[in-house]
């Protein structure tokens, strides 16, 4: 006779319940490879589940907004590469267009297409970084090594326009330091070439890559809804679906006059906010051979901005004029009236949003930096709930935000 | 943007001369209200901004920025709200991206926004006294007694020194060539004797 022992579902249940346990918390950082920086999560676990993430920023807090209170405008331009250490001209452009807009300072077509191609060249940068990063937290080592080849290129023309590798401060508020090096816009166009070549190389390794796959469609949707909510800029936005672009919507600094195209995702995961990241750089070096093609000649800096800029040393030296001008700018920098201005750009990242607001004088009142990475990470409460574990390194990277400007 | 949708609806609303975008100063109880009409009716969908800012010889001395953006129409709107009893209504239901920005704001100025879901600090640790935005707040810093007893007792050091040595704006007298601002810890010189 079989004997068989019937078991009720609710024994199942209450057995899995038994063999539960508690949740787990964990601390993922500050220091941790993938979260490109000091950030922190507090993750409460159950299994390799995440229930709850907390993100706990900070880490890197400077102090950017109550020192920007404490300088005059032109001392403020070096702590802006500090903001998106990844992109510092992008960052320096959109702090002078800030300050000029209120200034009232109208800037010559050539400023406007050096500040375009700086921008552009930013961008691709950055996402050269975001990208290779982002293979090497799903697990693919040789991207990186791929596009930091680039950036490195990339680099060197920086230091032959700016001086720096890094820390560019390129902008000054009314126009640039200098001029660009003779040759320079060929050697751009050279990069150019390379660099596309360099993407679709990535194309070839990662977009029908079945472990990148993996590792990243489908993960972390963020519905349109959701992105608009959280406010999120950039690429990040557009990957969930919405076709802003600041470039396109509201041009500054003349990109109106240039074609291209604004990558838009459908789903919103991590594949599409790599696609979108893709697609802009190449639309990047789009932009930046029609600047190579039409870079107007003229004056490089506004024949207003001589009321902002230093005189050049050789008159400081010799004419009394000069002196004064010098010595008034050092000590009480340059007068920008009474108002307030929000000027957005569409930095790498997002929109990087600097709120100044003036009482006349040398020194603004008040400085809010608005980062768009503080957007990003804001947005982690609500997609990494539900997750794995290991798809934490996926969905940072996807995010591709900065500590530097998250923290200020 | 309707301009007068707004100030008819909300008649207690002021527009405001501004530069470079439609500026409003609104009522602080109506604040909430006013940024969901803006939302629900006139598209503003993107809460770009919100920060505070400080006026000590003002009353009520704190104010609230937020730029709104619409994505449909490409126009951004500001309103300017000021905190009575340093509080403000909370948008975060509104807008769920103004968490962050209402618990800086709280950070650095102590500004309070009733109806916030989770009013911690953000920047700075929680224990932290101060808001240092606030404009009475000294540049280099305050110290402060550092948040973990345990780590006071490893170190033998009941402060943090502020990390301003070396930077910018701290420079000391002494041996050290040209003026320059340089970090106190010299321990890598070779002019001290090695241990």
């Known amino acids: 006779m079989k004997t068989t022992k019937e078991i009720s579902l609710g024994d199942i249940a209450a057995r899995s319940e038994e063999l539960r346990g508690e949740n787990m918390t964990l601390n993922m950082g500050p220091s941790h490879p993938a979260t490109h920086g000091v950030l922190r999560l507090s993750l409460e676990l159950d299994g390799d589940k995440v229930i709850k993430c907390d993100p706990v920023i900070g880490y890197l807090h400077r102090g950017d907004e109550k020192i920007a209170e404490n300088m ?54 950055s996402h050269l970084l975001g990208l290779g990063v982002y293979a090497m937290d799903t697990g693919a080592w040789t991207v990186f090594m791929y596009t930091f080849n680039e950036r490195e290129k990339l680099y060197t023309l920086f ?31 050279t990069f150019c070439d390379g660099v596309l070549k360099t993407i679709d190389e990535v194309d070839r390794l990662l977009t029908r890559n079945g472990i990148f796959l993996e590792r990243t469609e489908g993960v972390a949707p963020i519905s349109k809804e959701l992105a608009l909510a959280y406010g999120l800029t950039g690429p990040n936005l557009r990957a969930s679906g919405v076709p802003f672009d600041l470039r396109k919507d509201k041009p500054y600094s003349g990109y109106e006059k240039y074609e291209f195209d604004i990558p838009v995702g459908t789903k919103g995961d ?44 050789a008159k400081v030296m010799t004419k009394m004029e000069e002196l004064i001008q010098n010595f008034m700018l050092v000590t009480e920098g340059p007068q920008i009236p009474a108002g307030e201005v929000y000027f957005e750009a569409e930095n790498p990242k997002g929109s990087l949003g600097f709120y100044i607001v003036s009482n006349g004088g040398g020194v603004p009142y008040r400085l809010r930096i608005r ?25 940072l990277g996807s995010l591709d935000f900065v500590m530097g400007e998250c923290d200020r | ?29 109506e604040l909430a ?24 010889d003002r009353s009520p001395r704190f104010g609230v920025v937020i730029h709104l953006l619409s994505t449909t129409n490409k126009e951004y709107i500001r309103l300017h709200a000021a ?48 808001h240092p935005l606030r404009k009475e707040f000294p540049l280099a810093g305050i110290e402060v007694p550092l948040p973990a007893a345990d780590v006071a007792a490893v170190t033998g050091q009941n402060v943090e020194p502020a990390p301003m040595m070396g930077g910018p704006f701290v420079s000391h007298g002494g041996h050290m060539s040209g003026g320059e601002p340089q970090a106190l810890d010299q321990s890598w010189n070779e002019e001290k004797p090695k241990a």
């Open chain 1, 72 to 125: 005059t405008y032109n001392q403020f331009v070096p702590y802006t590469d500090r903001l998106d250490y990844l992109a510092p001209l992008a960052n320096n452009v959109a702090y002078a267009i800030a300050v000029e807009r209120l200034a009232g300072l109208k800037m010559p077509e050539r400023c406007e297409a050096i500040r375009v191609a700086c921008c552009e060249m930013a961008r691709i940068s």
């Open chain 1, 159 to 189: 230091e032959e326009l700016t001086g720096a590798r890094f820390t560019t401060s390129y902008t000054r508020i009314g126009g640039l330091t200098r001029d660009l090096p003779e040759g320079w816009l060929q050697r751009v166009e």
């Open chain 1, 270 to 313: 991590c594949f599409d906010r790599y696609l979108v990241r893709m697609e802009e750089v190449r639309q990047s070096v789009r932009i930046l051979r029609q600047v190579i093609k039409t870079m107007p000649g003229g004056a490089w800096y506004a024949e207003d901005a001589k009321k902002i800029f230093l005189p050049p040393k």
């Open chain 1, 371 to 395: 980062g768009p990475s503080f957007v990003s990470l804001s947005i982690l409460p609500a997609i990494v709930p539900g997750n794995f574990l290991t798809d934490i390194a996926s969905i």
């Open chain 2, 1 to 29: 943007m309707d301009v007068a949708a707004l100030t008819q609806k909300f008649p207690r609303t002021q527009s405001q001369k501004s530069i470079d975008m439609p500026t409003f100063a609104v009522a602080n109880d």
């Open chain 2, 33 to 56: 209200e006013i940024v969901q009409y803006l939302r629900d009716s006139q598209g503003f969908d993107l809460l770009a901004d919100l920060c505070g800012i400080d006026w000590p």
């Open chain 2, 83 to 130: 905190c009575d009893n340093d509080a403000v209504p909370s948008v975060s239901s509104i807008h769920p991206g103004a968490n962050w920005h209402e618990r800086e704001a709280y950070d650095m100025f102590g500004i309070k926004f009733t109806g916030h879901p989770d009013p911690r600090r953000i920047l700075m640790w929680e224990s932290y006294p101060y």
